[in-house]
């Protein structure tokens, strides 16, 4: 183990118990910077498209049960459920997508920052739960030099194995942007 790296284990927002503060400040700034990285040059209706069906082979070939879907708005610009996703899926792909849209930021970056202080975004009263979901999945389609213009939302999994989802996806898709620009 170098001197960077640290023995800590990694947040899980989905545990049970204490777990350390330091570790929480760490998934943060991962996802922060996660968030600072995935951005795109441009996004329509075809990238949608192509992000939904990278996202799809991706849980397909692991057999993930999950719905996907991509919107801009109230406009759906791509929606699967997959064999195994449930009503309950869109509903959580509708909280999830709205809370990313209201902070500009990711669904479960909202829920860890709402973790700091030892509490939780929905113990704070003016939280709405029948309307957001503090809970990973929603990662915010960021354009450089415009900022956010699209939400991109899996449901299915436990949380933060539905944001490493999506991180996965766009991080494909961004590189794939890439090439192809090169």
């Given at each position: 183990?170098?001197?960077?790296?640290?023995?800590?284990?990694?947040?899980?927002?989905?545990?049970?118990?204490?777990?350390?503060?330091?570790?929480?400040?760490?998934?943060?700034?991962?996802?922060?910077?996660?968030?600072?990285?995935?951005?795109?040059?441009?996004?329509?209706?075809?990238?949608?498209?192509?992000?939904?069906?990278?996202?799809?082979?991706?849980?397909?070939?692991?057999?993930?049960?999950?719905?996907?879907?991509?919107?801009?708005?109230?406009?759906?610009?791509?929606?699967?459920?997959?064999?195994?996703?449930?009503?309950?899926?869109?509903?959580?792909?509708?909280?999830?997508?709205?809370?990313?849209?209201?902070?500009?930021?990711?669904?479960?970056?909202?829920?860890?920052?709402?973790?700091?202080?030892?509490?939780?975004?929905?113990?704070?009263?003016?939280?709405?739960?029948?309307?957001?979901?503090?809970?990973?999945g929603a990662f915010p389609i960021i354009v450089r030099g415009?900022?956010?213009?699209?939400?991109?939302?899996?449901?299915?999994?436990?949380?933060?194995?539905?944001?490493?989802?999506?991180?996965?996806?766009?991080?494909?898709?961004?590189?794939?942007?890439?090439?192809?620009a090169a």
């Amino acid at each position: 183990m170098t001197e960077n790296q640290s023995s800590e284990v990694e947040f899980d927002p989905d545990a049970s118990g204490e777990q350390s503060q330091p570790a929480l400040e760490a998934l943060i700034g991962r996802i922060e910077e996660e968030t600072r990285k995935l951005q795109l040059a441009k996004f329509n209706q075809e990238d949608a498209l192509a992000l939904g069906l990278l996202i799809v082979e991706l849980a397909t070939q692991r057999d993930m049960p999950v719905a996907v879907d991509i919107r801009r708005g109230t406009h759906i610009l791509f929606h699967v459920s997959l064999p195994g996703a449930t009503l309950d899926n869109d509903f959580w792909v509708e909280k999830k997508a709205r809370t990313v849209e209201r902070y500009g930021v990711p669904s479960l970056l909202v829920s860890l920052r709402g973790r700091l202080g030892g509490r939780r975004m929905e113990d704070n009263a003016w939280f709405d739960e029948s309307a957001y979901a503090a809970h990973g999945g929603a990662f915010p389609i960021i354009v450089r030099g415009t900022g956010p213009v699209a939400v991109v939302t899996v449901s299915g999994l436990p949380q933060k194995a539905d944001h490493e989802l999506v991180v996965e996806g766009l991080t494909k898709f961004t590189r794939r942007k890439k090439k192809a620009a090169a």
